[in-house]
Structures are given as structure tokens and as C-alpha cells.
């Protein structure tokens, strides 16, 4: 399995402030994404990377930003907290084009990471 | 835009039997990827099968297999001999064969398992 976890595992924080999970991988894939899980809406893409600093929005990123200053480690960062944010928040990495790795082909995700955001 | 859509919010079987969930999706591209992931209560995502557009021949993993209607847009998953250790939520996903590598998902089927 390729190397990818994710921080803090659960959060609770208050609404207002400013939250940033991070996504860690040790296998030097090229893409990183983020994802939320909500009941009823599966999961929706946040923002992704297809390298350092080269980031773009997914059909969710209204009050998100990401960074990537390295090729291992894609943050996500809610500015400014909402009620609306809470969810299950989930990093992957795409092992599509890595051809070093055939038995890897697909994506991997991180184990998530829980966000109540009171 | 691509979607991808499962019309089965809950499905169950019985250990032992047969069940297929259901998955569609509108893409106008010809080349592109599908997947089923499995997510256990642990919350964990896990690839069950994967197939590539260009193949006609429907892919299978043991008890897993897909029907892949490439016309009608269709990518059901058959489970058979359903074990209790399959009950999860079922998710159909859409990869773009173009570069942007996004995956798409449905928004999942929950299996139950009765034994």
C-alpha cells in the first residue's frame, strides 16, 4: 500500500477559526487530492494538485485552500471555520501513471480525518 | 461534466446469495476508467475492481465482477456468494482518461449482509 497518511485524525474546533489538516505521502506521486464525505452526497472533490504549486479547484473549494511547497505533504485549510464544514475530510493520491508500480494501479487513500466544526 | 449515479441507497442479501448494485454515469469522453471502492465501518476506502474503458471484456476479482455496458453507460458490480464481511458502503467512481486524473464518485450503495 503507498505511504499516505493523514493529520489530526479527528478535530473539533470552533466556528470562526482557522483549521489545516495535512496529507503526507513517501512514494513521490505526482497528483494529491482532497475529498469531503457527507451522508447522501458520497464523496465530493475539494481541490487537487498535479504538482508542487500546481493546484486547482474541485466543484466544492468555496471556502478551502490548499498548498503543496513540496511533493510529499498537500494541506488543506479552512479559513475561517463553518457549521457547514463539518465532515469527513479524505486525502488520495493517484498511482494511474506511475508505471513502476503496476500492482498499485489505481488510488489510495488516506484513513480520514473527522472534522466537527461547534 | 461527468457524473455518476447509484440509484440503490440500500441493498441487502443474504449471506451466501447473489447481489448486484447498480451504477451509471454520463461521460462524453471514449476513454476512462471505473472503479467500485468498499468502505468498511473503519472508514477506510478499498479498491474492490477497476476497468478500463477500451476493454470490452468485463473485469472480475474472485467473487467480485462487473458488468460493463460501455453504450448504455452502465457499470453494475456483482457480488456472489456474499459474505458477511461485505457489508459496507459501495462507491462507483469515474476517472477521466484525460489529464486531469480527477476521480468522480456516486454517492454509494450500503450493503447489508443477513445471515
Known amino acids: 500500500d503507498a505511504g499516505i497518511t493523514q493529520s489530526p485524525r479527528h478535530k473539533v474546533t470552533e466556528t470562526g477559526t482557522p483549521v489545516t489538516l495535512r496529507c503526507h505521502q513517501t512514494?513521490?506521486?505526482?497528483?494529491m487530492y482532497w475529498y469531503r464525505q457527507d451522508p447522501g452526497h458520497g464523496l465530493r472533490l475539494i481541490h487537487y494538485?498535479?504538482?508542487?504549486?500546481?493546484?486547482d479547484k474541485g466543484e466544492v473549494s468555496d471556502g478551502y485552500s490548499v498548498s503543496r511547497s513540496k511533493t510529499e505533504d498537500f494541506l488543506l485549510t479552512l479559513e475561517s471555520a463553518t457549521s457547514s464544514q463539518t465532515s469527513v475530510y479524505f486525502c488520495?493520491?493517484?498511482?494511474?501513471?506511475?508505471?513502476?508500480?503496476?500492482?498499485?494501479?489505481?488510488?489510495?487513500f488516506g484513513s480520514g480525518t473527522r472534522l466537527t466544526v461547534v | 461534466a461527468q457524473t455518476v449515479t447509484q440509484s440503490q441507497p440500500e441493498m441487502s442479501v443474504q449471506e451466501a446469495e447473489t447481489v448486484t448494485l447498480s451504477c451509471t454515469y454520463d461521460t462524453s469522453e471514449s476513454d476512462y476508467y471505473l472503479f467500485w471502492y468498499k468502505q468498511p465501518p473503519s472508514r477506510q476506502m478499498i479498491l474492490v475492481i477497476r476497468?478500463?474503458?477500451?476493454?470490452?471484456q468485463n473485469a472480475t476479482e474472485n467473487r467480485f465482477s462487473v458488468n460493463f455496458q460501455k453504450a448504455a453507460k452502465s457499470f453494475s458490480l456483482k457480488i456472489s456468494d456474499s459474505q458477511l464481511g461485505d457489508a459496507a458502503m459501495y462507491f462507483c467512481?469515474?476517472?477521466?482518461?484525460?489529464?486531469?486524473?480527477?476521480?468522480?464518485f456516486g454517492t454509494g450503495t450500503r450493503l447489508q449482509v443477513f445471515p
Open positions: 494538485s498535479y504538482g508542487v504549486k500546481d493546484t
Open positions: 467512481a469515474y476517472r477521466s482518461g484525460e489529464n486531469t486524473d480527477k476521480l468522480i
Open positions: 476497468q478500463e474503458a477500451y476493454k470490452q
Open positions: 488520495a493520491i493517484s498511482t494511474l501513471r506511475d508505471r513502476e508500480t503496476p500492482t498499485n494501479y489505481g488510488y489510495t
Open positions: 512514494e513521490n506521486h505526482r497528483y
